[in-house]
DNA sequence: CTGTTAGCGCCTTCAA
DNA sequence: TTGAAGGCGCTAACAG
């Protein structure tokens, strides 16, 4: 092109403030560029964690992302992906769910693959039964970890704040936990995922009576935080009275008193990966998850 | 239209899993249903909250939003709200920002007035001298608030973690705090709106000299659990050695030890506030800031 | 390298 | 109520 006419073009352009119809590009290439996200909460820390790496990855590609939130409702989850869709992103990435529901499930995988079907690309973040590229998340191996670890700083007697007893996030953390240690869990509480779902999980526990429990488990880090203000509220020291451990290693874990023995999670890499895992640019490998040791569980003495 | 052909149409429509394009849609009637939303940092909770109030509302407005962060860099978030005002977004909404630096306000207002030039909205939040339809946050009136509470239970010698020293909402809570309090304070460090900046600055502050300071007051909830944690690994007790208070009101506040004393800000309700002036919805009235006692600044007896 | 053309998938207008 | 036609802003393929 004439260098002067281009030139005088951008400078019009500039006067006029013109933007590309990103829009009408999408419909003349058939390709727009927007990644989709679901989130089941985007305030809660592992999300939103999640969701940076998703858009610093996506905007390294020039690409921008919208964001849903499925409030974890598998019937929303659906209903979104459907929407979603209409946009014609370049790529889904779903992240949570891993409902057990089947049918719930079908129709979610057969919404994705109807996706794939006309060009779009879906990846996922840590549900590894769906026939989708995945972002592992580590769970069984993190909690086998965090309890082999714990197991052998001498702790015996446990329990587990499980969450949800439908998601296999929740169960598979706790399986592998639990079977870790040389004895069966003395508890197992199911509640929310969240942070007064562990304050409420933990208080029953207590109303429950403690006894040999000497390490409560929570499934994730918000719960366990809620489980720490819990046995603050009953006025029960921690670690003396009793231990808690965490997982995610979100940011506040280690800002809490006592900071938080948890097991790392690299979201945002996690996030990142599965935007190149979807739009088919180099993926890092993501480091393998590792047991974070902090004044919640000190080694026993026994 | 004929109903038993109407039924056809959609069971066809479900079998071959057929989704409006919403991208030709958007170029056919001239408008999109997105609403674009600017945040400095998507992970940190501020925005994470104000984020997910823009999600739903948005959603209930059956909209879908695209979220880009800027990492509070301001020629970053000019070229972003370019992009996405290639996206023809119903509105844009901007929260954080609030550089005072006149030329790049300046570009971002000519951009954002284009946009609106085009016929699409926008709506900001808490960012006041911009000529836009603005979600007011209250800054210096919970600022003030907070120092008349704390001078009130007895606090004196005050020093203050002010943050960015060109962010106007740390200006203002740092100045309203200051002019509540009948001396003004014994010092003022800046630095970033981090933790880590919190705890740096904190650190500083133990470094020179705590001779005096009864009070510190960091402008964010953020950095006041950093300075926590300063405090902790420096083994000042707060609010023994030291009382620290907050703003934001995150949902950590009330989890650190000693819980936060901060003021109450309704960042979800301003996030959906921000979508419904956008669209031209009813707008509820936003509640009033409040200021949140807790135990890190106890009454002083002296 | 330039200018022209058809067409992307949808909405809107108008006529039938 | 239904069908046909034109156009939204852009891209891609083509001829000049």
Redesign the pocket.
């Known amino acids: ?2 260098e002067a ?1 281009a030139e005088r073009v951008h400078t019009a352009a500039a006067r006029l403030g ?4 990103l829009s ?2 999408a ?4 390709a727009s560029s927007t990644v989709a996200l679901l989130v089941s909460d985007i305030a809660d820390p592992y999300f939103s964690s999640i969701a940076a790496g998703v858009i610093r990855a996506a905007e390294r590609e020039g690409m921008v992302v919208t964001i849903a939130v499925t409030d974890r409702k598998s019937a929303r989850e659906i209903q979104l992906v459907r929407l979603l869709r209409g946009q014609r992103p370049r790529a889904i990435v779903v992240a949570g769910s891993r409902f057990t529901d089947d049918a719930d499930r079908a129709t979610l995988v057969a919404e994705l693959q109807a996706f794939v079907g006309t060009g779009g690309r879906v990846a996922l973040i840590g549900q590894g039964e769906l026939p989708f590229d995945t972002v592992p998340i580590d769970n069984s191996g993190g909690a086998r970890l965090l309890g082999e670890t714990l197991g052998g700083l001498g702790y015996r007697g446990f329990a587990i704040l499980a969450g949800p007893a439908d998601l296999v996030t929740a169960r598979d953390r706790t399986a592998a936990f639990a079977g870790a240690l040389p004895h069966p869990p003395l508890a197992v509480v199911h509640g929310e995922f969240s942070r007064d779902a562990g304050y409420d999980a933990m208080t029953s526990l207590i109303d429950a009576g403690l006894d040999g429990i000497e390490l409560v488990f929570a499934v994730n880090d918000v719960m366990a935080i809620g489980a720490l203000a819990a046995l603050h509220d009953r006025g029960i020291d921690v670690p003396g009275g009793v231990a808690v451990a965490g997982y995610d290693d979100i940011p506040t874990a280690r800002d809490v008193t006592p900071a938080l023995t948890t097991v790392h999670l690299e979201l945002e890499a996690a996030g990142a990966a599965a935007v190149a895992l979807a739009l088919g640019a180099p993926v890092q490998e993501l480091p393998s998850v590792r047991v974070v040791l902090r004044e919640s569980t000190p080694a026993r003495s026994r």
Chains 1, 2 share one sequence.
């Open positions: 092109v004439n006419l013109y933007t590309p119809n009408a590009q419909v003349a290439r058939g």
